[in-house]
């Protein structure tokens, strides 16, 4: 048998891009779809996806859904009255991870734009998918990294083995008056707390979640 994909010609067919969903969605990863996004599917892969590459203390990983949804909180926290789309977009700041994983930041920033820019073109679609502007105002990008630091730094204290001195030196001072103490979830309940959040803020948001809205500012 000849190696590689033949086509009808004889000649290689192109490799696959997309991946087939557990919701019956195909999609593909080089020209993501909003229509072939769903919450569900974002939810059980972030469930499943480890922080830290999985080195972490405990019985289970800390995955990406549970770190999401604190991130949303602390954000919150900081700003108080924080419209319930801005909340919904901290909810999904890595929500493309559930295609790509979570990649620790040095190798990302090994991998270079490209990546950024595969990233970028899934974060839009998403985006687009639950109602948010295809691309987040600047402020609201400053917030959420500062949330997500934040969380980053409970994280590398309590889990990652990174003493206090190097976290703050990483990650800054988590901000004044929140406090966090980590349980990782089994990815079942990480995964039903992300998509009861989900609904939470799009109601909230007035958003239609089976409807795809597109909303470009």
Not at 67 to 96: C, F
Request: glycine share 8%; net charge negative.
């Amino acid at each position: 048998m000849a190696k590689g994909l033949q086509s009808r010609g004889g000649r290689k067919a192109e490799p696959r891009a997309w991946q087939r969903m557990l919701s019956g969605r195909r999609l593909d990863l080089l020209d993501p779809s909003p229509m072939d996004i769903e919450v569900e599917d974002i939810a059980h892969g972030l469930a499943r996806v480890a922080r830290w590459n999985g080195q972490t203390l405990g019985d289970h990983s800390f995955s990406v859904a549970q770190h999401s949804v604190v991130v949303e909180e602390i954000a919150a926290h900081i700003q108080p009255g924080l419209d319930p789309k801005w909340r919904l977009a901290a909810l999904l700041h890595d929500a493309a991870e559930y295609v790509i994983g979570d990649m620790i930041s040095p190798f990302k920033a090994a991998l270079g734009f490209d990546y950024r820019s595969f990233e970028d073109r899934l974060e839009t679609a998403i985006h687009v998918r639950f109602g948010l502007p295809a691309h987040t105002p600047a402020p609201i990008k400053k917030l959420i990294k500062q949330a997500d630091r934040a969380c980053a730094f409970f994280e590398a204290t309590q889990l990652a083995g990174f003493t206090h001195a190097e976290a703050l030196g990483f990650f800054g001072a988590p901000p004044a008056g929140y406090a966090l103490t980590i349980e990782p979830l089994p990815p079942p309940e990480a995964q039903a707390r992300y998509v009861q959040r989900f609904h939470v803020l799009s109601e909230a948001a007035g958003f239609e979640t089976g409807n795809i809205a597109f909303e470009t500012e």
